[in-house]
């Protein structure tokens, strides 16, 4: 096994075994994975405007709905660290496939719950199985796409898990109008049965027995470990986790932000929302146009700047001037806007520097960031819910954390994982 992987900017990108012209080919790939991407936070919250009622229906208090919540978040960051290396030992597609199918079987699970404690054993093995669709559609990326293609692809990944977040209540809401708790579940199990026909037909093997890791599951979970142990890999991973743990705090905390202290309805907030979305994706976006001529590290630099500058702004404006709507709206819009650079400038490098073992870097960058996402949520409603003064100071330090690990530890002035840059060699041991 190599202790460092060669540089693979200048490859062609290619999409193996499909037919059809390369371009077509290309875009109908990255399209299926964009969806397979989102498989996994839709499955998070589109049953949340539900809650009121399963726990009338399911007889259960508060605390054990929302531990559904912690189940399904569980399952995305075990999953993707379980599949994403085991994908570099024996492929890809069976992995995928598996992970859809069964996907679509535990969604039925819950929609058929009985009781609580099959909803959460349900939510958990959900979540493992959706993880497939996260961890291997980074995975099969890199596997197809080089050079400065890729960085544009993952900027597309990044804006839909952008969006899915802002996408799945709306959707359950509308699910709930007609129907009950339990028919958002179905949904999903049908949009899980389309991508396992659509994955089985159109998303070929894109990892040849001749590229696997060799020495069998320990082998590849070796490797594992020795990502853990490359700085700059590390370092991005974390500029990815805290940024994502910077936008579950506002998730969790900003509907209480509008809708208690500053008296929205349902209807405005959701406004509110899509608006600092559409920022968010605006800037992946950017990214995407400018990730050909400007470097991914200085993209990367300015987007945790921006997101820092907006949560900084939020926390100065409370403590000084008080809440307001203008300046609350603006600062968080500020910092998703930073976020949408963040996340696709970070998932590029890292897995650029993991380029031996995409399925392991793809792993190692989901699961940590689901990880300290699942993390954070809570803490807002610990802090007390009379100010918006938690989440915007609990977003403001994940994002100072974001800016420590990618400046002590990726040093971006290194130009470490850029196109044409040779990769730093990996601890052999």
Same mark, same amino acid.
């Given at each position: 096994?190599?202790?460092?992987?060669?540089?693979?900017?200048?490859? @062609?990108?290619?999409?193996?075994?499909?037919?059809?012209?390369?371009?077509?080919?290309?875009?109908? *790939?990255?399209?299926?994975?964009?969806?397979?991407?989102?498989?996994?936070? #839709?499955? %998070?919250?589109?049953?949340?405007?539900?809650?009121?009622?399963?726990?009338?229906?399911?007889?259960?208090?508060?605390?054990? %709905?929302?531990?559904?919540?912690?189940?399904?978040?569980?399952? *995305?960051?075990?999953?993707?660290?379980?599949?994403?290396?085991?994908?570099?030992?024996?492929?890809?597609?069976? &992995?995928?496939?598996g992970g859809v199918i069964g996907y679509t079987a535990m969604s039925l699970v819950c929609a058929l719950?009985?009781?609580?404690?099959?909803?959460?054993?349900?939510?958990?093995?959900?979540?493992?199985?959706?993880?497939?669709?996260?961890? #291997?559609?980074?995975?099969?990326?890199?596997?197809?796409?080089?050079?400065?293609?890729?960085?544009?692809?993952?900027?597309?990944?990044?804006?839909? #898990?952008?969006?899915?977040?802002?996408?799945?209540?709306?959707?359950?809401?509308?699910?709930?109008?007609?129907s009950g708790w339990r028919m958002v579940f179905v949904v999903l199990a049908l949009i899980g049965a389309?991508?396992?026909?659509?994955?089985?037909?159109?998303?070929?093997?894109? *990892?040849?027995?001749?590229?696997?890791?060799?020495?069998?599951?320990?082998?590849? +979970?070796?490797?594992?470990?020795?990502?853990?142990?490359?700085?700059?890999?590390?370092?991005?991973?974390?500029?990815?986790?805290?940024?994502?743990?910077? #936008?579950?705090?506002?998730?969790?905390?900003?509907?209480? =932000? +509008?809708?208690?202290?500053?008296?929205?309805?349902?209807?405005?907030?959701? &406004?509110?929302?899509?608006?600092?979305?559409?920022?968010?994706?605006?800037?992946?976006?950017? +990214?995407?146009?400018?990730?050909?001529?400007? @470097?991914?590290?200085?993209?990367?630099?300015?987007?945790?700047? =921006?997101?820092?500058?907006?949560?900084?702004?939020?926390?100065?404006?409370?403590?000084?001037?008080?809440?307001?709507?203008?300046?609350?709206?603006?600062?968080?819009?500020?910092?998703?806007?930073?976020?949408?650079?963040?996340?696709?400038?970070?998932?590029?490098?890292?897995?650029?520097?993991?380029?031996?073992?995409?399925?392991?870097?793809?792993?190692?960058?989901?699961?940590?960031?689901?990880?300290?996402?699942?993390?954070?949520? @809570?803490?807002?409603? &610990? +802090?007390?819910?009379?100010?918006?003064?938690?989440?915007?100071?609990?977003? *403001?330090?994940?994002?100072?954390?974001?800016?420590?690990?990618?400046?002590?530890?990726?040093?971006?002035?290194?130009?470490?994982?850029?196109?044409?840059?040779?990769?730093? @060699?990996?601890?052999?041991?």
């Open positions: 096994m190599p202790s460092a992987p060669t540089s693979r900017a200048e490859a @062609p990108a290619t999409v193996p075994h499909s037919p059809g012209s390369p371009v077509k080919r290309a875009a109908s *790939l990255v399209a299926i994975l964009a969806v397979l991407t989102a498989a996994g936070p #839709l499955a %998070i919250d589109m049953y949340v405007p539900g809650f009121p009622e399963m726990k009338e229906s399911l007889h259960a208090g508060s605390s054990a %709905i929302q531990l559904t919540m912690t189940a399904v978040l569980a399952g *995305l960051v075990v999953g993707q660290l379980i599949i994403g290396p085991v994908s570099d030992s024996i492929g890809r597609r069976k &992995l995928l496939i719950a009985p009781g609580i404690g099959v909803l959460t054993a349900g939510r958990f093995l959900q979540g493992v199985a959706g993880a497939a669709g996260m961890v #291997l559609a980074r995975a099969i990326l890199t596997d197809c796409f080089q050079g400065r293609d890729l960085p544009r692809y993952f900027a597309l990944l990044a804006q839909i #898990l952008g969006a899915a977040p802002v996408v799945a209540p709306i959707v359950g809401g509308a699910v709930l109008a007609v389309v991508l396992a026909v659509v994955v089985v037909i159109q998303v070929p093997e894109t *990892l040849p027995p001749e590229r696997r890791h060799k020495g069998g599951l320990s082998g590849t +979970f070796r490797s594992m470990g020795r990502l853990t142990r490359h700085r700059a890999f590390i370092g991005y991973v974390l500029v990815l986790s805290f940024a994502s743990a910077a #936008l579950f705090a506002y998730v969790s905390g900003s509907a209480f =932000v +509008f809708e208690s202290l500053h008296g929205f309805s349902a209807t405005s907030y959701a &406004l509110v929302f899509a608006v600092n979305a559409v920022g968010m994706l605006a800037a992946g976006a950017v +990214f995407g146009k400018l990730a050909h001529r400007v @470097p991914l590290n200085s993209l990367l630099l300015a987007g945790v700047a =921006v997101a820092v500058a907006g949560a900084l702004a939020q926390v100065l404006l409370v403590a000084t001037v008080g809440e307001t709507v203008a300046g609350t709206w603006i600062s968080l819009f500020v910092v998703t806007t930073g976020i949408g650079m963040v996340f696709p400038a970070s998932m590029s490098l890292g897995q650029a520097l993991g380029g031996a073992t995409p399925g392991a870097a793809s792993a190692l960058m989901g699961g940590v960031q689901f990880l300290l996402g699942a993390a954070a949520s @809570p803490l807002v409603g &610990l +802090f007390g819910e009379s100010t918006s003064m938690p989440m915007a100071a609990i977003m *403001l330090v994940s994002l100072a954390l974001s800016g420590v690990a990618l400046l002590a530890l990726s040093r971006p002035w290194l130009r470490q994982g850029e196109a044409g840059q040779d990769e730093v @060699p990996m601890p052999a041991h």
